[in-house]
C-alpha cells in the first residue's frame, strides 16, 4: 500500500477529512518510475546505458566519447609503438579511468534522481493536503 494513503489512514481521526485525503491521494497520484541503482551501473558496462536507462542523455554521449577516443588513441599508439608505449599506457589509463566512472556515476545518478523524486512526491502530497477545503 501507497506510503501516504497509510499514514493518513493511521493519523487522521476525522472519518470526512480521511476519505477526503485518501481519494486525493488516488485520484490525484503522483507517480515517477524508481530507478535501480544496480540496474543502472549494470547497464553501464556498455558505456552509456547505465545514463540512458536514467534519462540523462548528454551524459551518456559524453562517456562514450571519452572512453572511445582514448582506448582508440591507447590502440593506436601500441599498435604503433608497441607495449613500452608511455602514451598509450597513459590513454588506456584515463580510458579505464573514464570507464570506471560511468559505471560509478550511473549508480550514484539513479540514486541522486530517485531522491529528488521521493523529495519532490512528499512536497507535493503534503501541498495538497494543506490545501484541502474541509
Known amino acids: 500500500m501507497d506510503c501516504a494513503i497509510l499514514f493518513t489512514q493511521n493519523t487522521i481521526i476525522n472519518v470526512r477529512q480521511k476519505v477526503n485525503i485518501i481519494d486525493i491521494l488516488t ?3 503522483i507517480n515517477y518510475r524508481h530507478k535501480s541503482p544496480v540496474i543502472a551501473s549494470l547497464l553501464a558496462i556498455v558505456p552509456g546505458f547505465g545514463q540512458i536507462y536514467i534519462k540523462q542523455y548528454s551524459d551518456a554521449y559524453l562517456g562514450l566519447i571519452l572512453i572511445y577516443l582514448n ?3 591507447a590502440a593506436f599508439s601500441f599498435a604503433q609503438l608497441g ?3 608511455v602514451f598509450g599506457s597513459v590513454n588506456l589509463s ?3 579511468g573514464f570507464y570506471l566512472g560511468n559505471i560509478y556515476g550511473a549508480y550514484q545518478s539513479a540514486k541522486r534522481l530517485n531522491n529528488f523524486n521521493f523529495i519532490k512526491t512528499n512536497y507535493e502530497i503534503k501541498n495538497r493536503i494543506i ?4
Open 27 to 29: 485520484k490525484n497520484k
Open 131 to 134: 490545501n484541502l477545503d474541509f
Open 83 to 85: 607495449a613500452k608505449s
Open 71 to 73: 582506448g582508440t588513441i
Open 94 to 96: 584515463l580510458a579505464s
